[in-house]
């Protein structure tokens, strides 16, 4: 029986991970849940999971599921009961399903314990790619990627050879605005850009899809997960979302995975690895899908990708400035307080500003990190 | 050094795999070359490539050569000849590249010596595949599909386990006719038979694939490579040929190989297989392609693709059947004496009417395909 715990259990890939499990119980189950604030969906996953801990980040959220909880099951809090959780209770899988920089702390004390990382969190690899990869080498920590881009990745790598990879494809559905026009950005409303056309997801991944920020961080995340340079990883825009990415291989071959716009498989996957499991997900029918088709992504509209490649290119803690921005610029477009178009100035500005490090020590990281957010919010 | 003996050097096939020999001759070399009849084409080999033994099946022509031969080089003719050089003389891969049921008995010897078999000729399969699956068992020889569908799936496989998969799926162009209608088939041409849409291939494999009895073949083909039932292989009409194959998994993830039409791709994987080898053959770019279509075939529509489930499905020696009333046929076809529409009925009367036999013994499978020559030509 392996030992799920799952932060974030409350978002969209937590729900599906719950979902997946569901499936196959006979050889999971969930020891540990978190949440950041919602303890009314955690109370309803904890009456039906039953774990052995939860942790609800926010502690004066947690006084409402305090006196709720079976006495078997023990409450922590705050990032402090993250931390702990993580690092001293009992789990064999880690699913990092948390949104944003706050997943890199609890994700490391995985990885230092040698867990399995399924990571849906891509800021993990994105802020601190090169120090996570390493302790994963040194602990033998294995990251299972959760994205369905990376997991079509990891797929099509299987029984090949890294060195023979000519060049990862990471296909984008292109959110919302693909095939807009520039000058549309300027006017693009919250719900205009929470209108994704193919994947029901958080309100922070749909916002980076429409910017294609997006696919810039799982550009970085597929650097370190699979260890390729910048310039041997394209992005392509497929706005049917039915190729989750591709490699090509020296001799030209390409190897692709296909599905459904489904989180459930590559959930599913990165718990079930080496084995792949029956279920009764929905299958692909190509002939009533009828036509998939291929664009070059416009870096000149999709100004967030493009920085997120610059970013990569430049190195250092540019990656992290670049979340942090982003993630400020998200949090302030949702509230109405920035326009669309604003989001790729601030992210720029922050780049040119705030000094890039080399350091890959955690405290310098959170410190650029920390940094980054006070400057763009001093711009707003 | 790999030593390379070539079944059939003058064909498509054979002409596309010493092209992909010169990108690797640091590595294989040609020792042994075959040809029916083709002997100016041969002798230009020979001159290029130098190979220590060379087989022309048909004597007459063989007069032809004999004196322009280097001394060094070998000449052996007839059949039995052909049967020699398979049996006797020295070479590690063997790259079944002629057409039709006259590959059978060579692959065997080739398979008896533990050799690693390089495949296009799909008949050595379709006729007699669990015979020369038995020998490849018993004699640690290894079967590299060369045709891209088989070799798309193959490469799908790599690293995955085959108990994990739901089903394949096979790619067909479709042909020149996928989207005409039946009645078109009563006057159809064999001009516009010939005119493929995608590949370059000899006369019967493109009359093959306007009947689709090529992808019914291929359907065999692929029941004694990878050992899966007939209910776990689907047809799927994808006219780019891009993506030349599918694999299905159990958890509903799809992988696919793609690549553009061109035949050297598979021959140099079957050659190079575990190692992939860096090339100057045409990538594939998806934006610049646009679009990928998919179709369901029509089985009513194409009868020989029906004919060819059936026989697969009748099991015995149906297949072997089917393939000799096909060679008849279309050869027959060629020659304009009969009509395109003739084909799957010919190939029809023979499934009802030849006796089929459940023996795997060579001599029998030899006198099913003789018996079936016979009738169909009766027919005639």
């Known amino acids: 029986m392996k030992k799920v715990f799952i932060l974030g259990s409350t978002g969209s890939i937590g729900v599906n991970c719950l979902s997946v499990i569901e499936n196959l119980s006979e050889d999971f189950e969930v020891v540990g849940l978190t949440v950041n604030s919602n303890t009314e969906l955690l109370h309803e996953q904890v009456k039906k999971y039953n774990p ?29 009961g993250l931390l702990k959780a993580s690092s001293e209770l009992d789990y064999d899988i880690f699913v990092g399903a948390m949104v944003g920089f706050a997943g890199l702390a609890p994700t490391i004390e995985a990885v230092k314990r040698g867990k399995r990382i399924a990571l849906a969190n891509k800021e993990t690899l994105v802020v601190a790619g090169e120090l996570v990869t ?61 209108d994704h056309p193919n994947w029901k997801m958080g309100s922070k991944i749909t916002i980076d899809s429409a910017t294609m920020i997006n696919k810039g961080l799982e550009v970085i995340e597929a650097h ?114 920035i326009r669309f178009s604003h989001i790729p100035l601030l992210i720029k500005k922050a780049l040119n500003s705030v000094e890039n490090i080399f350091s890959q020590d955690l405290a310098t990281i959170f410190e650029c ?12």
Not at 311 to 328: R, S
């Open 134 to 194: 390493n302790l994963c080498r040194e602990n033998g920590s294995e990251i299972l990627p959760v994205d369905s881009e990376h997991s079509a990745i990891y797929q099509c790598l299987i029984g090949e050879n890294l060195n023979e990879v000519e060049k990862l494809v990471l296909t984008a559905s292109g959110g919302p605005f693909w095939d807009k026009d520039k000058s549309f950005f300027e006017n693009a409303t919250v719900e205009e850009a929470l």
């Open 52 to 80: 052995k801990f939860v942790v609800v980040k926010d502690e004066s959220a947690s006084q409402n599921i305090k006196d709720k909880l079976p006495t078997e099951c023990e409450l922590l809090t705050s990032e402090k």
């Open 369 to 380: 990190d920390r940094k980054t957010r006070e400057y763009v919010q001093g711009l707003i």
């Open 224 to 337: 370190w997960l699979f260890g390729l340079t910048v310039k041997k990883i394209d992005v392509v825009i497929h706005p049917q979302s039915i190729i989750h990415s591709m490699v090509q291989f020296v001799d030209g071959s390409i190897k692709a995975q296909l599905g459904l716009p489904d989180m459930k498989l590559p959930i599913q996957y990165a718990l079930t690895f080496p084995k792949r499991v029956e279920n009764n997900f929905g299958r692909t029918n190509l002939p009533s899908i009828g036509s998939l088709t291929f664009f070059e992504p416009d870096l000149n509209k999709f100004e967030c990708l493009k920085l997120a490649f610059d970013a990569l290119t430049e190195g250092g803690a540019a990656p992290c400035i670049l979340n942090a921005a982003n993630e400020v610029a998200v949090s302030k477009f949702l509230q109405k307080e």
